[in-house]
DNA sequence: TAATCGTCGATTGTCGACAGTTTAATCTTG
DNA sequence: CAAGATTAAACTGTCGACAATCGACGATTA
């Protein structure tokens, strides 16, 4: 009667998904500054250079378009999106929505497993410091502010972080260094976590609006003062 | 010869653009009931149907896969997503969230054209609730919804509900009625009107909080008595 | 009889090609 | 020499084709 394959657990190997490889390809290259904000992608020189037809290179293209990364102007070709100042702000100002809305939710779903895996990604966090690698530290931060959005257990609450978190990187990568010394960042996520623990949705709203609102403050006068060479294209 | 054609502003009638209209029509078919949750979508059929080739259906079809609006399964190809109530209060909760925010940026740049914008809508809604067209009265509602995100001005913020009510008209569209009288919707929204133009941003949140999980707890309940024709495909 | 294996049609993933358009490079001409 | 016209190259949008893969159905076997 059993019908199915006595399920022993093996890890299904990874689908080739052309598509999916090309996407993350150009978003690492983005996001690493091989391709600046307004160079043109040349389907054709992507294509060649990762040895695969032009199909699938478009097909990734579209998905970083909708995602944010690239923009498209028909007939012209994908370009690297241009983040503005202004454009930093909308990102910023949605990232306090969420992410307040995203604690909220986390601080319900707070189990003794939850409070370890982000006490331990604090840790990571302080250990990072000492090294001197602002790609890094950056990236350990963000995945303290994702855990929490996993932990608010909305997949669209957590795709939506994803989507900012990759615009906000690609202007990251621009600046080139933090706005703050490491272990003060990693405390204020410490100070986070208390209020997440206790549960009091005002005072969680209000911490992460004060925590990302600085962030904000400094990336955006760092981006003001940017070289104009990340600005320069075409419309 | 061309002497750069002085940008009278005209709307860029569609370059043909093939992914766009074939998004357009597969985003209606869906919205529409053509396309049932669950149904797959063959490739090779719409581009036949449609007269055109593969390729931009595929375009197409990961677009709405960004959206939310299709599931792909590799190698077996497209599927219409089925919402579940988990889903629908997924987007509910969301929606809560974007909206109360785009509520308080919006009431801070009301202006007199603003607010007419508004009441004028407002009149259309208490027009069409004499006439018995509930696909057409829930979009008037969405479009008022859709104003405030305008105003508040983010294009982030604009897309991410247009996302998020794409995905809602899937489900309304299931369910084939309205949730209370439509008269008694359009009062509602003058009341939201109203804490607009005061600007107190705790009563916004408040009011718009409100509203729309009024209308999550309606909807919900009818999605969870709906025929299960709807839940029953492959995973 | 019921479960498994093998085969066949249908469909996806990917490719190379072609036409039309944009971009650049070159050539005119005042 | 500069500005516009002209030509050439490069690129995009779209198509049709082909191999790889999946699901269904019937054959096989204990």
């Avoid at 990232?95 to 370890?116: F, Q, W, Y």
């Avoid at 939506?160 to 906000?168: H, R």
């Avoid at 911490?207 to 003001?224: F, N, T």
């Amino acid at each position: 009667m059993r019908l199915m394959s006595p399920p022993v657990g093996l890890t299904a190997l990874a689908d080739t998904d052309l598509v999916g490889q090309v996407a993350r390809i150009l978003t690492q290259a983005i996001i690493k500054g091989q391709l600046l904000p307004g160079a043109k992608v040349v389907e054709a020189g992507i294509a060649r250079e990762l040895g695969v037809s032009r199909a699938p290179v478009r097909e990734a293209a579209r998905l970083l378009e909708q995602q944010g990364l690239l923009v498209s102007h028909p007939r012209r070709g994908f370009f690297v999106r241009k983040l503005e100042a202004t454009d930093i702000d909308e990102v910023y100002d949605l990232r306090i929505c969420v992410e307040c809305h995203a604690g909220v939710l986390a601080s319900k779903n707070m189990t003794p497993a939850n409070r370890d895996m982000l006490r331990r990604q604090i840790d990571v966090m302080h250990e990072t410091a000492a090294i001197d690698d602002h790609a890094r530290q950056i990236e350990e931060d963000y995945k303290f502010h994702r855990m929490i959005c996993e932990i608010a257990g909305s997949k669209r609450l957590l795709r939506l972080f994803d989507d900012l978190a990759s615009e906000l990187r690609m202007t990251i990568g621009l600046i080139g260094r933090l706005y703050d010394d490491p272990h003060r960042i990693a405390q204020t996520h410490e100070a986070l976590l208390e209020v997440l623990e206790q549960g009091h949705a005002d005072i969680i709203t209000a911490r992460i609006d004060y925590h990302i609102g600085a962030a904000w403050r400094e990336v955006g006068k760092l981006v003001r003062e940017l070289p104009s060479s990340t600005n320069g294209a075409a419309t």
